[in-house]
């Protein structure tokens, strides 16, 4: 469980980050696997999908983080300038 839900809080975007890409979450897995994962739970994981396109989820678009300025913060949405 804590493989796949690593896994899933690293592809997900989230208030304080964006989504890390597929490939760069499978890279953080083998970096600690055998430390802070199962070796042989990232593995199964490697080898059941060997390639990004296999996953049977939806990949996330990596985006930039925005965090609103001050600026636009204080302001309304809707208020024309």
Same mark, same amino acid.
């Given at each position: 469980?804590? =493989?796949? +839900?690593?896994?899933? %809080? ?7 980050? $964006?989504?890390?890409?597929? &490939? ?10 055998g430390r802070q994962f199962a070796a042989e =739970?990232? +593995?199964?994981?490697? %080898? ?7 996953? $049977?989820?939806?990949?996330? &678009? ?20």
């Amino acid at each position: 469980m804590t =493989v796949a +839900d690593s896994f899933d %809080a690293m592809t997900s975007v989230r208030p304080y980050r $964006p989504a890390m890409s597929i &490939e760069k979450a499978i890279e953080e897995l083998k970096a600690w696997k055998g430390r802070q994962f199962a070796a042989e =739970v990232v +593995d199964a994981l490697v %080898a059941a999908f060997p390639t990004a396109a296999s996953l $049977p989820v939806a990949t996330s &678009e990596v985006r930039p983080l925005h965090l609103p300025t001050a600026a636009e913060h204080a302001r309304p949405a809707d208020a024309t300038t």
